[in-house]
T-cell receptor, first 111, second 118 residues
Framework: GEDVEQSLFLSVREGDSSVINCTYT??????LYWYKQEPGAGLQLLTY?????DMKQDQRLTVLLNKKDKHLSLRIADTQTGDSAIYFC???????????FGPGTRLSVLP | SAVISQKPSRDICQRGTSLTIQCQVD?????MFWYRQQPGQSLTLIAT?????????ESGFVIDKFPISRPNLTFSTLTVSNMSPEDSSIYLC???????????????FGPGTRLTVT
């Protein structure tokens, strides 16, 4: 079955880079996503990557995909206090199918 | 991107009562989804709601407990029936974006409805 795993907590100092990791089990996953959830808020789509890509960069965000190892990472450059949130990794096997979410990584940014 | 609103944003309900949550999207979408996020947990899909057909429920969720309506392409409701404290969760509505040729790989979430059952 499908399963997505993430480490639950990450602490970084303001200005440093954050790297949030995710592993998934379904080798037929086609699309992989990163969502951000701030306290008391819904989920904000940050970025997504197709499985035929290795990397995607969007301003401070860099997504790396190692399809062989089924490993996805999200790097946030110059992490700010406003980046403190829970980050969810999610996979979708094909268009129209539901998502499988990871447990979320709580990122704390220390001054 | 799609803009999604939900009502109510939060509620505190008595055990045994029912609550209907509304989801409104600013554009027409084919598929709408309802998720549950229990305290400190990740998201779990409850059901998929397509306009003009009955909702499709995931394992562990049944229509009697979570009836869903989808009267048109911009609106859906989820009812949490005969509530118990175990139903205390955030309930989120979600839609897939509508891109070219009706295909989009983006999925958007509403702000959620925070339900507490006492």
């Amino acid at each position: 079955g499908e399963d997505v795993e993430q480490s639950l907590f990450l602490s970084v100092r303001e200005g440093d880079s954050s790297v949030i990791n995710c592993t998934y089990t379904d080798s037929s996953s086609t699309y992989l996503y990163w969502y951000k959830q701030e306290p008391g808020a819904g989920l904000q789509l940050l970025t997504y990557i197709f499985s035929n890509m290795d990397m995607k960069q969007d301003q401070r965000l860099t997504v790396l995909l190692n399809k062989k190892d089924k490993h996805l990472s999200l790097r946030i450059a110059d992490t700010q206090t406003g980046d403190s949130a829970i980050y969810f990794c999610a996979e979708r096997v094909s268009y129209g199918q539901n998502f499988v979410f990871g447990p979320g990584t709580r990122l704390s940014v220390l001054p | 991107s799609a803009v999604i609103s939900q009502k109510p944003s939060r509620d505190i309900c008595q055990r045994g009562t029912s609550l209907t949550i509304q989801c409104q999207v600013d554009s027409q979408v084919t598929m709408m989804f309802w998720y549950r996020q229990q305290p400190g947990q990740s998201l779990t899909l409850i059901a998929t709601a397509n306009q003009g057909s009955e909702a499709t429920y995931e394992s562990g969720f049944v229509i009697d407990k979570f009836p869903i309506s989808r009267p048109n392409l911009t609106f859906s409701t989820l009812t949490v029936s005969n509530m118990s404290p175990e139903d205390s969760s955030i309930y989120l509505c979600s839609v897939q974006g509508q891109g070219g040729f009706g295909i989009s790989y983006e999925q958007y979430f509403g702000p959620g409805t925070r339900l507490t059952v006492t």
